[in-house]
């Protein structure tokens, strides 16, 4: 592979990176809102699973029953 390759190789994997982090994000924020949080603690949410790739949106998925009592 050549330098240029790996450049457009690792420019699609940082987009995917990025896209995945965004959609996270997204659904969760949107799943707040729909269990009736507050608009500013959905948008809360979305940015910490966003963030958070991997463990954001699983924490939100097993701890959600907890904070929506």
Known sequence: MTENDLKILAVFFNATIIIIMLV???????????????????????FFAGWFLIIGPIFY????????K
């Open 24 to 46: 996270s994000g997204i659904w969760v924020g949107v799943d707040a809102r729909k269990n009736g949080r507050s608009r500013a603690e959905s948008i809360i949410w979305g």
């Open 61 to 68: 998925y097993f701890f959600k029953s907890r904070f929506y």
